[in-house]
């Protein structure tokens, strides 16, 4: 016999927001009308991002979850009935809202959608062989991020490889400060397994010699991509959203540099408010100042 299942959204909520964020997400700089298309997107992504993270929701109710989210994004199953028979699955407002929002601006879904393949694929896949596999993760969980930000201010698609680039980035940097938490709480592993990671030794209090050695190896490699997206703030012609991304470049570099150096197991990798605060103003005050010229 078939039960009703109840799935609530609200047993996966982590109650993190868009201020905890390492990097800017729709700061003040961002032209005021613009902050709530991109805001939808994130309430969309935080919530899908803790359904998939949620350490004691099984691995079927997850997909089940996200599956629902996916018919919110398409505008099905807004009048919370349930996709799949024998379950009662109620409709994600995040969902629905990021659906009017992108109708409303004529934005292409693919970037929502993709964005939720990447967590279909965090709930059945915990380790990556190598860096390709790791980059091909990132054009699904942050790839998107940047092509849907600048669809909504209407910029060029010329710039999508630029913003891959740094959006890639910033995923591999949050994977590796992360790298102990993701491990000991989702037993989720993004450091490639090609480096001759011990994947014991993420759950040790401080990083072994091998561990720091890969992990200074993977930041310099980020520094790559890093270099890739460069220039990516100066071909921007929104001035404001320039200045955001050129905040975002500074404080991923600047990251990338501490974790060349600092133990994220034992030492504090991410920045302190007035450290951030600071970057934040060196680089973006010559761009908004530039641009105003």
Same mark, same amino acid.
């Given at each position: 016999?078939?039960?009703?299942?109840?799935?609530?959204?609200?047993?996966t909520?982590?109650? !993190?927001t868009h201020?905890?964020?390492?990097?800017?997400?729709?700061?003040?700089l961002?032209?005021?009308?613009?902050?709530?298309?991109?805001?939808?997107?994130?309430?969309?992504?935080?919530?899908?991002d803790?359904?998939?993270?949620?350490?004691?929701?099984?691995?079927?109710?997850?997909?089940?979850?996200?599956?629902?989210m996916?018919?919110?994004?398409?505008?099905?199953?807004?009048?919370?009935?349930?996709?799949?028979?024998?379950?009662?699955?109620?409709a994600a407002?995040?969902?629905?809202?990021l659906?009017?929002?992108?109708?409303?601006?004529?934005?292409?879904? #693919?970037?929502?959608?993709?964005?939720?393949?990447?967590? #279909?694929?965090?709930?059945? !896949?915990?380790?990556?062989?190598?860096?390709?596999?790791?980059?091909?993760y990132c054009r699904?969980?942050?790839?998107?991020?940047?092509?849907?930000?600048?669809?909504?201010?209407?910029?060029?698609?010329?710039?999508w490889?630029a913003?891959?680039?740094?959006?890639?980035?910033?995923?591999?940097?949050n994977?590796l400060?992360?790298?102990? !938490?993701?491990?000991?709480?989702?037993?989720?592993?993004?450091?490639?397994?090609?480096?001759g990671?011990n #994947?014991?030794?993420?759950?040790q209090?401080?990083?072994?010699?091998?561990?720091?050695a890969i992990?200074?190896?993977l930041?310099?490699?980020?520094?790559?991509?890093l270099?890739?997206?460069a220039?990516?703030?100066?071909?921007?012609?929104?001035?404001?959203?320039?200045?955001e991304?050129?905040?975002i470049q500074?404080?991923? #570099?600047?990251?990338?540099?501490?974790?060349?150096?600092?133990?994220p197991l034992?030492?504090?990798?991410?920045?302190?408010?007035w450290?951030?605060?600071?970057?934040?103003l060196?680089?973006a005050?010559?761009?908004?100042?530039?641009?105003?010229?």
């Amino acid at each position: 016999m078939t039960g009703a299942i109840d799935i609530a959204l609200d047993d996966t909520v982590s109650g !993190k927001t868009h201020t905890g964020e390492n990097f800017p997400v729709a700061s003040l700089l961002i032209r005021p009308e613009l902050r709530a298309p991109i805001m939808a997107f994130y309430r969309f992504a935080r919530t899908a991002d803790d359904i998939a993270d949620g350490p004691h929701v099984a691995a079927e109710t997850k997909l089940a979850l996200l599956a629902q989210m996916r018919a919110g994004l398409d505008g099905s199953g807004q009048d919370g009935a349930g996709q799949n028979p024998g379950r009662n699955v109620r409709a994600a407002p995040e969902a629905i809202a990021l659906n009017a929002a992108m109708a409303a601006r004529r934005i292409d879904p #693919v970037h929502a959608h993709d964005l939720l393949d990447a967590f #279909v694929c965090d709930v059945g !896949k915990t380790r990556y062989a190598d860096w390709d596999d790791l980059i091909g993760y990132c054009r699904l969980s942050a790839m998107p991020v940047g092509r849907y930000v600048l669809d909504v201010h209407g910029e060029s698609r010329a710039l999508w490889p630029a913003s891959d680039a740094l959006c890639a980035a910033l995923q591999i940097i949050n994977h590796l400060q992360d790298c102990a !938490k993701d491990y000991r709480l989702l037993q989720r592993v993004y450091i490639p397994l090609d480096t001759g990671l011990n #994947v014991a030794d993420l759950d040790q209090d401080r990083a072994t010699p091998a561990l720091r050695a890969i992990i200074a190896s993977l930041a310099r490699r980020t520094h790559g991509l890093l270099a890739q997206s460069a220039g990516f703030s100066a071909q921007i012609r929104d001035r404001r959203l320039a200045a955001e991304v050129a905040v975002i470049q500074r404080l991923a #570099v600047s990251l990338c540099k501490r974790l060349e150096t600092r133990d994220p197991l034992s030492e504090r990798v991410h920045h302190r408010k007035w450290q951030a605060a600071l970057l934040a103003l060196g680089a973006a005050v010559p761009v908004l100042m530039r641009r105003g010229a």
